[in-house]
């Protein structure tokens, strides 16, 4: 028995619906997806002698400019094209700590990479690539087009969990649940998903195949992701830095060569 229970969706840069899904099953498993945008601004401060002497890139002509706007839009177009010839799959994904999560490119990762205690929730951030954008006419009487109208564009993913025990045995499945549907004005590619399973009940001591399959609704193409994890007791779990920082209170002591060992396997 399954009950879904969606919550309102969360206005930012980029729009993730919420889902909270609960399955009756030896044990509790909850869905969520989170995507948080980060906006850094900083004070510009500008001088008289500044504005009477400009740089050379300061000096650029309106003609120069557009030349390169020109070039960069071509470029753009480009990387479309190669996107649209990309199969849907995940360019990166990687288990993190519980809202760390603060927009693409930015988290804390999990340590160990896939060990976790009883009752630990268990995110994994992914970056899908090749899903569509499907034109969508909006009549709002913008001057966006001749006639009035704008073209936005939808991206509608969905996902469905498998989690088996070490001998194969399919424990649960939850099935099209929403992942990620938002409403863009350009065609986004810099989006990343989270995909969040607590243990409402902890799962009992052992190992564990989790498959996430996503499946994109605009281009009708699916991929899956297999992940092994162990839920152990015994287990002094972190998370590694966000990028930037020395902030390391929530990097365990314990774990020195597995951060050793995850700092020289990025630095290669």
Do not use: C
């Amino acid at each position: 028995m399954i009950n879904n229970n969606n919550s309102a969706p969360e206005k930012r840069d980029k729009t993730i619906i919420r889902g909270t899904y609960l399955i009756m099953t030896p044990f509790s498993l909850t869905l969520l997806s989170l995507s948080i945008s980060l906006l850094i601004s900083s004070p510009i401060q500008t001088t008289f002698a500044q504005l009477s002497s400009p740089t050379p890139e300061a000096a650029l002509t309106e003609d120069g400019v557009n030349s390169q706007l020109a070039e960069f839009e071509a470029a753009q177009q480009q990387y479309l094209s190669a996107w649209n010839n990309t199969a849907f799959n995940s360019q990166f994904d990687v288990f993190v700590a519980e809202g760390s999560h603060l927009g693409y490119g930015l988290y804390r990762e999990h340590v160990p990479a896939n060990v976790f205690r009883p009752g630990e929730t268990i995110v994994l951030y992914m970056e899908p690539v090749g899903f569509g954008h499907e034109p969508i006419i909006s009549l709002d009487g913008s001057n966006s087009n001749a006639d009035g109208s704008r073209t936005l564009y939808l991206i509608n993913i969905t996902a469905d969990y498998i989690i088996a025990d070490s001998d194969g045995t399919v424990l649960a499945t939850i099935e099209d649940l929403p992942a990620a549907s938002l409403i863009s004005h350009r065609q986004n590619t810099e989006f990343s998903l989270t995909l969040t399973l607590s243990q409402e009940e902890p799962f009992p001591i052992g190992d564990y195949l989790i498959s996430y399959r996503l499946h994109d609704h605009v281009t009708g193409q699916s991929f899956q992701i297999d992940r092994d994890i162990t839920i152990d007791d015994n287990a002094v779990t972190g998370a590694l830095p966000l990028p930037g920082t020395n902030d390391d209170n929530n990097v365990p002591d314990v774990l020195p060569q597995q951060l050793e060992e995850r700092s020289q396997a990025l630095q290669d």
